[in-house]
């Protein structure tokens, strides 16, 4: 059985959470979407997650939540080993100059999203970076190549079934 | 996901099933006493049954079954076995085996360095983007219209696969034609027909020549072994006839069955000849070795001899390094020796004779036998590997032609390159091919869809090569 890879969305406020959650649910045949309403929710998401064998490709993250900032939380998973591969998307609209400069430098973030964004925008950043997930992990990509961007994982499909049988 | 994970808890049951069946056969094969049957052939049909279990339900990797055939002949039958009080007990005057070595050399076969030469190719030609750029002019003249933009990517795809693996050849085109297709409306069935045309144009381009995919390899190792040796060009000039109708007529049943509704559409490619030093190099070594592998019968020098050239100039020249050749796919060459391998024993043990003794078969016909062995074939390659499929037939399809051929050359080659080729064609299920695999996954197309096509394609194939094998390959040879 191919590893789940999961897509994490974590936001404070409901409303929103749901539609994020809801635009991405067009993916979720192939990529199950998680949410969680802060940092520490999320962390039990991936605990979660991790225990049922699965793994993390994208996390889409607020940046001003109650407790630990979503910066915080993208810089705390970059130390991580197991969430250094998964791409790291901020999707805000209030980050100032300072909290993205520590977001890229320090979270090695993949992606900015400005509120109020476009679902089909949301859609493809997510396929994108799914795409670049499976691609630097080197896993196999045909058991989710159905939402995955074909240039990005080319070559990977090619190294990994180049041989005929 | 839900078939996926039925098919996986089958896998589990399939697996322990495999092995048990595997293994018991390799233990008590040696113990039976078969009628007429010597005991090292005995030993022998332990380790063909137990390949064939293996290969057939794949508790182990098909390649690693390969490689422990190599094995179990080494420490089991060869002059360096570890059973040696056990054949001192089943012969009189002592067991005569063959040297170790003989069972290593299959590693290094000239088909298998035929294959490696291939391989070489491939990866420069892949490193240096020369497929995609080929791609993009052999399509030009196909120009706009849905139905010949279909044509053209099959024709593409065929001719790629024909020098590169069928799969990386796949990889490649769905590459490059995915996103463009994905753009045409969800329910024009122009979007199967293109997503279609990909498997089934580098499954059928694959038998074009003989490094185009391992069943050509096991067909022309079997023959050779029997001192028949194919040229290169030999084998295109009777395969290329074939791949060519069986292509139209795909595409011209696939486009009824999948009738574009869109009116024109263009396959844009971006790329550009890359022209660095090295390179130039690579569209050198590729054509030069094509050149002499298709004039293989002008200057005589085989094509086993003539595929070292590129494994040796293009990492001399620095157009392959280390990574790349790391990168071949050495478990395919495995996979290929061990069947020669145990083609080897299967002879000299008088196996296959025997196990041909079974069956009275002066009742049938060159062409009843073709027909019989291409349908097992058929149905065989469909749902397990096309390699071990031929694996399996052509060492018994050749003890049983071997006699009604005599001496004529011909008359071998004929019914088992008609049967390494049949397997090609089988292409209905998922788990088939896998540039089916690849196909599938896009989402583009569903498994019905797939099956349609793969039949056609199949009876297509077989009606064909049956007829071209019967009728104008005699006039060819």
């Known amino acids: ?165 | 996901m839900a078939t996926t994970r039925k098919f996986q808890v089958g896998f589990f049951s399939k697996k322990s099933m495999g092995l048990v069946l595997g293994l018991g056969a390799l233990l008590v094969m040696p113990f039976l006493s078969l009628p007429d049957l010597s005991p090292a052939g005995h030993v022998a049909l332990g380790i063909f049954v137990m390949a064939s279990v293996f290969w057939i339900l794949e508790p182990i990797p098909i390649y690693a079954t390969s490689m422990g055939v190599i094995l179990a002949q080494v420490l089991l039958l060869s002059d360096q076995n570890l059973i040696k009080p056990w054949w001192d007990a089943q012969y009189e005057g002592g067991y005569q085996p063959p040297a170790y070595t003989d069972f290593y050399n299959t590693l290094a076969n000239p088909i298998i360095i035929l294959f490696l030469g291939g391989f070489s190719l491939a990866a420069a030609a892949e490193k240096y983007a020369l497929d995609r750029n080929l791609t993009r002019i052999m399509l030009k003249p196909f120009g706009q219209r849905p139905a010949n933009v279909a044509l053209g990517v099959m024709m593409v795809t065929g001719v790629l696969s024909a020098f590169m693996s069928n799969t990386a050849t796949t990889a490649m085109m769905m590459t490059v034609a995915i996103p463009i297709v994905a753009r045409v409306p969800v329910d024009d069935p122009f979007r199967r027909l293109v997503a279609l045309s990909i498997p089934v144009g580098a499954n059928i381009g694959g038998i074009a020549t003989p490094i185009g995919t391992p069943p050509n390899a096991v067909a022309l190792a079997a023959l050779a072994r029997q001192g028949t040796l194919v040229p290169f060009s030999t084998w295109m000039l009777l395969a290329t006839p074939l791949v060519v109708v069986t292509l139209l007529l795909s595409w011209w049943g696939m486009c009824r069955m999948f009738p574009p509704g869109i009116r024109t559409f263009t396959l844009t490619i971006d790329s550009k000849f890359q022209r660095s030093s090295k390179a130039i190099c690579c569209y050198l070594i590729f054509a030069l070795t094509v050149g002499l592998w298709v004039t293989e019968k002008l200057h005589g020098i085989p094509s086993g001899v003539v595929a070292f050239i590129p494994v040796v100039l293009l990492p001399a020249l620095g157009v392959l390094d280390k990574k790349e050749i790391r990168g071949f796919s050495w478990e395919v060459l495995w996979l290929v020796a061990g069947g020669i391998s145990l083609g080897l024993s299967l002879r000299q043990t008088g196996l296959a004779e025997w196990m041909i003794s079974r069956v009275s078969w002066e009742n049938f016909s060159t062409t009843g036998l073709v027909v019989l062995f291409g349908l097992v074939g058929f149905a065989v390659a469909n749902l397990v590997s096309h390699t071990v499929s031929a694996t399996i037939l052509v060492p018994i399809a050749i003890a049983l032609v071997l006699p009604q051929a005599g001496g004529d050359t011909a008359a071998l080659i004929i019914p088992i390159a008609i049967i390494g080729i049949i397997v090609s064609y089988s292409m209905i299920l998922p788990i088939s091919t896998p540039p089916n695999a690849i196909a599938l996954s896009t989402g583009l197309i569903e498994t019905r869809d797939l099956a349609k096509a793969g039949w056609l394609v199949g009876i297509l194939g077989f009606v064909f090569t049956v007829l071209f094998g019967l009728l104008l390959w005699p006039l060819l040879l």
């Open chain 1, 1 to 165: 059985m191919s590893e789940k890879i999961h897509i994490l969305c974590v936001e404070d406020e409901p409303d929103v959470l749901d539609v994020i959650v809801r635009e991405l649910s067009v993916l979720e045949d192939v990529f199950p979407v998680e949410s969680a309403a802060s940092s520490d929710e999320a962390r039990e998401v991936l605990a979660d997650i991790e225990a049922e064998g699965g793994s993390v490709g994208v996390i889409f993250c607020d940046h001003i939540m109650p407790g630990e900032n979503g910066v915080e939380f993208l810089v705390s998973l970059r130390k991580t080993e197991q969430y250094r591969d998964t791409r790291k998307v901020l999707l805000t609209g209030q980050a100032g100059l300072d909290a993205t400069v520590k977001a890229v430098n320090e979270a090695g973030l993949a992606h900015y999203i400005a509120k109020p964004w476009d679902a089909d925008e949301l859609v493809l950043v997510a396929r994108e970076q799914l795409s670049r997930y499976v691609a630097a992990r080197k896993l196999n990509p045909l058991p989710y190549l159905k939402h995955l961007v074909m240039d990005l994982v080319g070559d990977t499909l090619r190294d990994s079934l180049k041989s005929d049988r």
